[in-house]
T-cell receptor
Framework: GESVGLHLPTLSVQEGDNSIINCAYS??????FIWYKQESGKGPQFIID?????DKRQGQRVTVLLNKTVKHLSLQIAATQPGDSAVYFC????????????FGSGTRLQVQP | DGGITQSPKYLFRKEGQNVTLSCEQN?????MYWYRQDPGQGLRLIYY???????QKGDIAEGYSVSREKKESFPLTVTSAQKNPTAFYLC???????????FGQGTRLTVV
């Protein structure tokens, strides 16, 4: 399949451990944030989102934390599984102005069995 | 099934030729987007459309053109003016501009 993110930072974890993937954003006007998962040769899949009026949001095995003071977003994956291996992107959207997602450069998650 | 369909999955083009990538959605979404992805990089916005018959340039629109004549369709033309067109192209749609975008499976364009 196609290779995306050949030179991306990589996080390697053991199966069953918790994973934390970080993302810094620069646009203080952003008010909506999303995490996507992308497997090789496929389109990104939505994982979880959060609006700027929240600090934390939980889904199934995933939690997103937003720190607006330092413009930092993180994705926590509990009990990481081999199927979680992929490239993870954060994306942000401005409240006004450009109404489209701006993506970060991505992090590759490798889960060791 | 509802979703976004991009075609073809693989596309080869000779230098100097224009080529059009198809993107169709049956989700009744208002907004549609085109992104380009190169190895080692995130997705970069080419064009987006919030409503039929309207679209805006993204960060790397030079050498590309789009149309939005129907709500469900947002084709992207890669023109000969695009100097480095070989890439993975992703189409997405969202119900409104402040909700999550759903992506198609992409088209890999290779210039030969």
């Amino acid at each position: 399949g196609e290779s995306v993110g050949l030179h991306l930072p990589t996080l390697s974890v053991q199966e069953g451990d918790n994973s934390i993937i970080n993302c810094a954003y620069s646009n203080s006007a952003s008010d909506y944030f999303i995490w996507y998962k992308q497997e090789s040769g496929k389109g990104p899949q939505f994982i979880i989102d959060i609006r700027s009026n929240m600090d934390k949001r939980q889904g199934q095995r995933v939690t997103v934390l937003l720190n607006k003071t330092v413009k930092h977003l993180s994705l926590q994956i509990a009990a990481t599984q081999p199927g979680d291996s992929a490239v993870y992107f954060c994306a942000e959207k401005e409240g006004t102005g450009r109404r489209a997602l701006t993506f970060g450069s991505g992090t590759r998650l490798q889960v060791q069995p | 099934d509802g979703g976004i369909t991009q075609s073809p999955k693989y596309l080869f083009r000779k230098e100097g030729q224009n080529v059009t990538l198809s993107c169709e959605q049956n989700l009744n979404h208002d907004a549609m987007y085109w992104y380009r992805q190169d190895p080692g990089q995130g997705l970069r916005l080419i064009y987006y459309s919030q409503i039929v018959n309207d679209f805006q340039k993204g960060d790397i629109a030079e050498g590309y053109s789009v149309s939005r004549e129907k709500k469900e369709s947002f084709p992207l033309t890669v023109t000969s003016a695009q100097k480095n067109p070989t890439a993975f192209y992703l189409c997405a749609s969202s119900m409104k501009v402040i909700t999550e975008a759903f992506f198609g499976q992409g088209t890999r364009l290779t210039v030969v």
